[in-house]
């Protein structure tokens, strides 16, 4: 089959299409023909090596699973003895966290795996989409911020991969969304239902007068530091990069009764059930995908030039050769 590997830690230049073996299930698992995968900060993270947590866990001089990709949707093409919970010629869609690989022609996931059959109003694209970004904007904003309606929510970043749904899953929870963003997205950024946008090119939130439940960076630009005084007095603030001082402060302010500030692995926290959650959303209509570029498996390495420029909107899909409609 065909994968790209990610030969050294590096520039997107280290990044290489091979033939390698294709994979073969143990008795617990399904193989996916993957018909669409995602590119992401998470991806050229693990690329670059950096930041340097990525080295201790993950190889410290070359990735140890060299195929990157996370996200992917795809048919199931053959399966173990023992699985139970799927057929050959189902579609599902979901993440291959642990272990990355989605980048490549096939994949061998755990039956149990965060995995879900894929809504056949969704495409794969769709499907690949719907994973990136929204697992993550649902662990922060439904279970570490435990949002309610009428709660006012500012979603910083509202234009990338998780601000994106944070936005749309806000507004689902019934909160008063403010999302923020730059000029070119502001449109966008309303389209998903926002009540207000800031354009941070032109205006400072965290010099305005308004006060907001929760301030979730889905970019992590803003440090807690910075939004504190813009929290209500037991306000919480989300980020979803993990830096030194947010751990600290994590640690300081989960001791105290006021003003909250919260990092989380979201990637690592995804199940059956979260996945089935947003495939009801999305057929429900009350969440979409948001697609900025399409590249296929052979463009891996432009995906990751683009994304590394950090200004995509919603998420960047590779799409196999094998990929079909539904
Ligand atoms: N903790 C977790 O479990 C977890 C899970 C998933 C992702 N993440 C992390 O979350 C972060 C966001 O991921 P993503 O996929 O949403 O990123 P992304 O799509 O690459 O974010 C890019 C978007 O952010 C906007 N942006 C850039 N600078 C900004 C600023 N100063 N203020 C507001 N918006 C700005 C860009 O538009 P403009 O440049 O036009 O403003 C662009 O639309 C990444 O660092 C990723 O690694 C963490």
């Given amino acids: 089959?065909?994968?790209i590997i990610c030969t050294k830690y590096g520039s997107p230049d280290v990044l290489q299409l091979r033939e390698v073996e294709k994979p073969t299930p143990k008795d617990n698992e399904i193989r996916i023909r993957i018909c669409a995968a995602t590119v992401g900060p998470a991806d050229c993270a693990f690329r670059k090596g950096d930041p340097i947590i990525v080295r201790l866990f993950y190889g410290l001089s070359k990735p140890k699973n060299p195929i990157l990709g996370f996200e992917l949707a795809g048919e199931i093409e053959a399966v173990g003895k023992d699985v139970k919970l799927y057929r050959v010629g189902d579609q599902v869609f979901g993440l291959s966290a642990k272990?990355?690989?989605a980048h490549a022609d096939y994949k061998c996931l755990p039956e149990d795996a965060p995995l879900a059959i894929k809504s056949s109003s969704m495409s794969?694209?769709?499907?690949a989409a719907v994973c990136d970004g929204a697992t993550t904007a649902l662990t922060f904003l439904r279970d570490m911020a435990k949002i309610q309606s009428d709660q006012k929510v500012l979603i910083n970043g509202a234009s990338g991969s998780v601000g994106v749904h944070a936005i749309q899953l806000a507004k689902f929870y019934g909160a008063?969304?403010?999302g923020v963003c730059s000029t070119t997205n502001v449109s966008?950024?309303?389209s998903l239902g926002a009540d207000k946008v800031i354009d941070y090119t032109k205006e400072d939130f965290t010099k305005a007068s308004?006060?907001?439940d929760v301030i979730f960076d889905a970019v992590g630009k803003r440090s807690f530091a910075q939004c504190k005084g813009s929290l209500t007095q037991r306000g919480v603030y989300l980020s979803t990069v993990p830096t030194f001082s947010i751990v600290l402060q994590m640690l300081w302010t989960s001791m105290l009764g006021g003003k909250k500030a919260i990092f989380t692995t979201a990637g690592l926290m995804q199940s059956k059930e979260n996945l089935i959650f947003l495939k009801e959303?999305?057929?429900?209509g009350k969440i979409k995908a948001v697609?900025?570029?399409r590249y296929s498996l052979e463009q891996t390495a432009e995906a990751h030039r683009y994304v590394d420029k950090g200004h995509k909107k919603g998420s960047v899909v590779i799409t196999m050769g094998h990929n079909s409609k539904s």
């Fill in 176 to 178: 008063e969304v403010t």
């Fill in 210 to 212: 308004e006060s907001y």
């Fill in 1 to 3: 089959m065909k994968a």
């Fill in 99 to 101: 272990i990355s690989g």
């Fill in 281 to 284: 959303l999305y057929e429900a």
């Fill in 188 to 190: 966008l950024v309303k």
């Fill in 291 to 293: 697609i900025d570029q």
């Fill in 124 to 127: 794969y694209e769709e499907a």
